[in-house]
């Protein structure tokens, strides 16, 4: 089983791919002025005033500043580390101003292909 954000989902659970464009975000890792990484993370909650996004927490780890990048052409917005668990490599982060479809989980078994 893999648990994220407090929900266990099988092993075997897929993605809907029509959500994939939108829902997974760039991510910048700064400490200081300095760009320590990037990254990925996926939207898991958002309208126009809230997004929620989860990452890795060992990417964020040692930030300063992080921003998502907003795809589309929407810019940076900053976001805020709400909850990290190192253990299993689980971060939470808020992004104010984030208006994209969460990404969505298939309750099928993936195909091959």
């Given amino acids: 089983m893999c648990c994220v954000a407090l929900i266990c989902l099988p092993a075997w659970a897929a993605v809907v791919e029509s959500t994939l464009t939108n829902s997974i975000v760039p991510l910048r890792i700064f400490n200081g002025s300095n760009l320590l990484r990037e ?10 005033f809230n997004g929620y996004v ?12 992080l921003s998502v990048t907003v795809p589309g052409g929407g810019g940076q ?13 689980y971060a939470l982060l808020k992004v104010n101003g984030l208006n ?14």
Avoid at 77 to 89: E, G
Avoid at 100 to 113: C, D, I, V, Y
């Fill in 54 to 65: 989860v990452t890795n927490a060992e990417l964020i780890a040692d930030a300063d500043s």
């Fill in 39 to 48: 990254g990925s993370g996926f939207v898991v909650q958002a309208d126009r």
């Fill in 100 to 113: 994209l479809p969460a990404l969505q989980f298939s309750r099928n078994e993936p195909t091959s292909g």
């Fill in 77 to 89: 917005l900053t976001a805020q580390v709400l909850r990290t668990d190192l253990s299993s490599d």
